[in-house]
């Protein structure tokens, strides 16, 4: 079993960076995947960044160039750093892990951008 934590979601302007944390209940780098998935609403969840336990990264198309995710073994987090954003980077942030084969969720926080 696997907990995480979200933190770090809120209000920002068009514009303006933010940084989301994920406090994990495990060795980060132990991890096949952890990483961010975001879901607008009345949308389907989506991929924004992930890193595998070897350090390659997958990123949405839609956030290259804006955001980059780095592991903290020492505290056991993952955080996304999140620049330039736009409304449309709007929504639920989910922190993401599968370990052995199974998929662990955050709860989310929310990232709210206005224009």
């Known amino acids: 079993q696997v907990q995480l934590v979200e933190s770090g979601g809120g209000l920002v302007q068009a514009g303006g960076s933010l940084r989301l944390s994920c406090a994990a209940s495990?060795?980060?780098?132990?991890?096949?995947?952890i990483g961010w998935y975001r879901q607008a609403h009345g949308k389907e969840r989506e991929l924004v960044q992930q890193?595998?336990?070897?350090?390659?990264?997958n990123t949405a198309d839609s956030v290259k160039g804006r955001v980059s995710i780095w592991r903290d073994g020492a505290k056991n987090t993952v955080s996304l750093q999140m620049n330039s954003l736009q409304p449309p980077d709007t929504g639920v942030y989910y922190c993401?892990?599968?370990?052995?084969?199974?998929?662990?969720w955050g709860k989310g926080t929310l990232v709210t951008v206005s224009s």
């Open positions: 993401y892990a599968q370990v052995g084969g199974l998929d662990y």
């Open positions: 495990r060795d980060v780098f132990s991890m096949n995947y």
């Open positions: 890193i595998m336990s070897g350090g390659r990264t």
